[in-house]
């Protein structure tokens, strides 16, 4: 997931990202209310994590800012006060759970994660993402490294394709009957020639090739190991 923390503590600040990095997540920071609401509102997230006490703006007025302009992102509050009513206030702002500090990593770890799983099963995938290269499946965009990648129709229903299904070896029969809608074998190198297009545009002026033959089977997309 992509995450936000917004936390004015910076060593807290630091210590979360730390943990979520290494459990696989993509984390950008904001030390104060302002900075916070400016890249809740501007960027796209998978989760927030939003410290109650900010200076600037506080957290609960960012979780209803967001709210107010219909962004469901999900959020997780974090703060000391710890009461019924201090929860309830949290929760009735729009935040979807709160923790109370001090908290154990791994149950934040556990909670964002829960929300993140939550909100995939209820809203259908907008974006795929393996390492720097990502896909926006509404603006039909394709992107590396912030660079944009054009591709034509069928190229991008082959790099979808093999997208959803990372890391994992696609035949060319998978590929002719999923993206072509053959279902026979036309006997050209049609496939090759596509992958090797591909190939081009998404890996030819990076250091980590993302597209790998996979001799005798087909074709997968994956980091480098």
Not at 76 to 98: E, F, M, N, T, W
């Amino acid at each position: 997931m992509r995450i936000l923390i917004i936390e004015d503590d910076q060593e807290a600040s630091a210590y979360l990202a730390k943990g979520l990095k290494e459990a696989g997540h993509t984390v950008d920071q904001a030390h104060n209310g302002n900075d916070g609401l400016f890249l809740a509102t501007t960027e796209r997230y998978d989760s927030m994590i939003v410290d109650r006490m900010l200076p600037g703006v506080d957290g609960l007025t960012i979780v209803q800012t967001i709210r107010g302009a219909g962004n469901t992102t999900p959020v997780l509050i974090l703060s000391a006060l710890g009461k019924v009513d201090d929860r309830v206030k949290g929760l009735k702002a729009g935040g979807d759970d709160y923790l109370v500090k001090p908290y154990a990593f791994a149950e934040l770890l556990a909670r964002i994660e829960a929300l993140g799983r939550r909100t995939s099963a209820s809203q259908p995938e907008t974006r795929l993402k393996v390492e720097d290269l990502e896909m926006d499946l509404l603006a039909r965009t394709v992107t590396r490294s912030g660079r944009d990648i054009d591709l034509q129709p069928r190229e991008f229903r082959l790099l979808e394709y093999l997208l959803r299904h990372a890391g994992q070896v696609v035949t060319r029969t998978m590929l002719l009957e999923n993206v072509w809608e053959y279902h026979f074998d036309p006997q050209t190198n049609l496939i090759d020639v596509h992958i090797s297009r591909l190939r081009q545009k998404v890996d030819k002026d990076f250091d980590q090739a993302l597209i790998h033959t996979v001799r005798g089977a087909g074709y997968t997309l994956r980091a480098a190991r």
